[in-house]
């Protein structure tokens, strides 16, 4: 098969062996592959434990093999794929935290993805989808999955307001998933005018270039970072209301710093929280795209073959369109 291969020092699309179910995997042949940060990350030589490695952790696709211990999928079967891969057997794991696991495993990044004609899945990671579903969009249900997770550590309130900063594909879906969480407004800020384009297109309440532009003298019950930016950050910790909550959803440089007010955070009961990756979200997550959460035709800007999968990244690294897909 065709498979796009990340080297310590190349990207290239290669032919190399087809893949073979273990007893309780499945082969999927892939029809869509989302490209995001992290396949830059393993690029540039970090998270990946042993290049080469095929990238692509956010697909879907058909079941074309199923592994002789496979009850709940057969071959046909529509699925999208959770990459999650945790080792159930650590701390956290055992604590029902298992995106915290300490030998934390995700297919695209420590084994063979779906940037590629085949890819090999745990039958426990697939979610069977509807036949309606568009097998190509629904590889936007694991960026999804990352944002449903971030939902359920934000909990937040029927009629709060919203700023989120950065509009690429995750701050995009998490103004989708505000909207639909009883958001009393949703603004959104971003340097990049197009993406500011989008945002508005898809229905936020305001787009600006700086939050200065916003007349909320009490600040946002809800401020969520979808850019992984310092300046943005410490621009948008200082603008959550007094009760209000701090999501760091963007991923920074490991070694970033950012400065904030400890006496304001104590003074007004600000909540700050993370959130990583999925954790018992994916199955909502494609339920909600099954009905339709997403406009699939705005998120993906670009549908490429997999042979253009180096020109894919380089073009996600420009920050050129949002979500960005090859099509094996
Ligand atoms: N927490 C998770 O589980 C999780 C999952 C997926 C992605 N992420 C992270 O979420 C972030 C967003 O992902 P994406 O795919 O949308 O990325 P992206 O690069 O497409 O979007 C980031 C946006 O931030 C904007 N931006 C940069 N600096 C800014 C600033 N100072 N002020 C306002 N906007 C600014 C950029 O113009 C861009 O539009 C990334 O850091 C990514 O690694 C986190
Ligand atoms: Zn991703
Ligand atoms: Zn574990």
Redesign the pocket.
């Known amino acids: 098969m065709k498979a796009a291969v990340i080297a310590s020092d190349s990207v290239t699309v290669e032919t190399v062996p087809d893949p073979a179910p273990g007893a309780r995997e499945v082969v999927v042949e892939v029809a869509a592959c989302g490209i995001?940060?992290?396949d830059l990350h393993i690029a540039e030589g970090e998270f990946a434990p042993t290049l080469p490695i095929v990238p692509g952790h956010e697909f879907a696709g058909r079941v074309v093999a199923a592994g002789s211990d496979v009850t709940q999928l057969r071959v046909g079967d529509p699925v999208a794929v959770d990459p999650s891969l945790y080792c159930h057997e650590c701390h956290y794991c055992r604590l029902g935290k298992n995106n915290l696991c300490e030998n934390w495993n995700a297919i695209g990044v420590s084994k063979p993805g779906g940037a590629a004609e085949f890819a090999v899945a745990p039958a426990a990671n697939c979610v069977r989808l509807p036949e309606s579903v568009s097998l190509q969009d629904a590889a936007l249900i694991e960026?999804l999955s990352?944002a449903v997770?971030?939902f359920d550590v934000l909990q937040p309130a029927l009629a709060d307001n919203y700023l989120i900063?950065?509009?690429?594909?995750?701050?995009l879906m998490m103004m989708e998933l505000a909207k639909r969480a009883g958001a009393g407004s949703v603004s959104m800020?971003?340097?990049?005018p197009a993406?500011l384009e989008t945002a508005k297109e898809l229905g936020c309440t305001a787009t600006v270039t700086s939050a200065d532009e916003l007349d909320r003298p009490r600040g946002w019950e809800v401020v969520i970072d979808?850019?992984?930016?310092v300046?943005?950050i410490e621009d948008g910790l200082g603008r959550v209301a007094p009760g209000g909550t701090f999501q760091q959803?963007?991923?920074s440089a490991e070694g970033a710093k950012a400065t904030f007010s400890p006496y304001r955070v104590y003074n007004k009961e600000i909540r700050i929280v993370g959130?990583?990756?999925v954790l018992h979200s994916y199955e909502r997550a494609a339920a909600l795209f099954a009905e339709g959460a997403l406009k699939p035709e705005v998120m993906i800007s670009h549908r490429l073959p997999l042979e253009e999968y180096p020109a894919a990244l380089d073009q996600f690294r420009q920050?050129i369109g949002r979500k960005i897909q090859v099509n094996p």
């Open positions: 995001c940060g992290t960026p990352c997770r971030g900063y950065g509009a690429g594909t995750m701050g800020v971003d340097l990049n993406r979808c850019t992984g930016v300046a943005a959803f963007g991923v959130s990583m990756a920050g």
